[in-house]
């Protein structure tokens, strides 16, 4: 997905497809937070979704315990996905310390 406002019209579009098509929350999330990310993160937020920050180490000792055969974004976004998934699961209690729900960005206050 680019980064520009076409891919993130794209974005929320499927956001929107399934929230709708499965009648469910959807939760958003992604591997570090503001940088690079807080425009997307920020939109994420100020559309009303909820969104997760994934701490890189911690998604790297995920990713060693259920490895993959190779190294791609799909892959990580996959991986990424499922410890999102798992926060809440009970059998896996030190997984909720690997994903924060995030508060709202400030907004950029430089010009």
């Not at 425009?39 to 994934?54: A, F, I, W």
């Not at 000792?61 to 791609?72: G, N, V, W």
């Amino acid at each position: 997905m680019p980064a520009d406002r076409e891919g993130f019209k794209y974005f929320f579009s499927r956001l929107d497809f399934y929230r709708k098509s499965f009648d469910v929350p959807v939760v958003v999330a992604m591997e570090g937070h503001g940088g690079y990310g807080r425009p997307l993160d920020s939109c994420v937020q100020e559309s009303g979704y909820t969104l997760l920050n994934v701490n890189n180490l911690k998604l790297c000792r995920f990713k060693e315990i259920f490895s993959s055969p190779a190294k791609t974004d799909a892959i990580d976004a996959r991986k990424i996905a499922l410890l999102a998934r798992t926060q809440d699961v009970c059998f896996f209690p030190l997984i909720k310390k690997h994903c924060r729900r995030c508060a709202m960005s400030p907004k950029n206050t430089r010009s």
